[in-house]
């Protein structure tokens, strides 16, 4: 079964405007993470911010902000004003701690976005 | 800022050849991982040490694919022999390792490989 789902496989936005990248996550466990990862065309993976199961409040990175809804399990990033050095593919991942203090990071499928000047 | 560091930064075989990455992790993080990204796609999970022990492989093709770490520092994934499904990114991260669920991964550049 799919863990992490990123239903945008691209998006365009206009240079300055905000954007909402969405992702939904399935797991059973109580405690997990969520992060968000930027992926330029050189290819490295960046991270963008974290969020905790339990985390009360919605993460926040500079002009980043992750909009945590628990109970419909999705996790969107948010972009603000958004500029042309975002465009990049963008990844979703959960972390588990699984048993013996091992633990899982798994990937969804990306999301390409493109800023227009 | 340290870095994880990775070679080399593009590869090009002929299947079935053998072909071979290496990666420096970041210093002091014991958990080292190997993903593979096919284009178009997020990472899968290759290989992930503990220090100098295999925590899981289970997605590793044990037939073609290897992975070591012998000293729990730097590592070497190998691919032989090469097949043409094999072209994919590969990209290697670390992490400090305390297996909590906010742990983030620092990622290498990645070692592109075509097989022709």
């Known amino acids: 079964a799919q863990k992490i789902t990123q239903t945008q496989p691209g998006m365009f936005v206009q240079e300055k405007e905000a954007v909402t990248l969405d992702c939904t996550y399935d797991t059973s466990d109580q405690s997990y993470g969520l992060f968000w990862y930027k992926q330029p065309s050189s290819g490295e993976m960046i991270f963008l911010i974290y969020?905790?199961?339990?985390?009360?409040q919605n993460a926040t990175e500079g002009r980043y902000s992750l909009n945590f809804q628990k109970a419909r399990k999705s996790a969107n990033l948010v972009i603000s004003a958004s500029q042309l050095g975002d465009s990049a593919m963008y990844f979703c991942a959960m972390r588990e701690v699984l048993y013996f203090g091992n633990e899982k990071l798994t990937f969804g499928t990306g999301t390409r976005l493109t800023i227009i000047p | 800022e340290a870095e994880v560091a990775q070679s080399p930064r593009y590869k090009i075989t002929e299947k079935s050849q053998a072909v071979a990455f290496w990666c420096d992790p970041i210093s002091g993080h014991a958990t080292l991982y190997w993903y593979r990204q096919i284009l178009g796609q997020g990472p899968e999970l290759l290989v992930q040490f503990q220090d100098e022990s295999v925590v899981d492989d289970s997605q590793l093709p044990k037939d073609r694919f290897s992975a070591e770490r012998l000293k729990g520092v730097d590592s070497t994934l190998k691919i032989q022999p090469a097949e043409l499904g094999d072209s994919a990114m590969y990209l290697c991260?670390?992490?400090?390792?305390?297996?909590?669920?906010?742990?983030?991964?620092?990622f290498g550049s990645g070692t592109q490989l075509s097989v022709l």
């Open positions: 991260a670390s992490s400090f390792g305390t297996a909590a669920t906010n742990e983030k991964l620092f």
């Open positions: 969020q905790g199961s339990y985390d009360e």
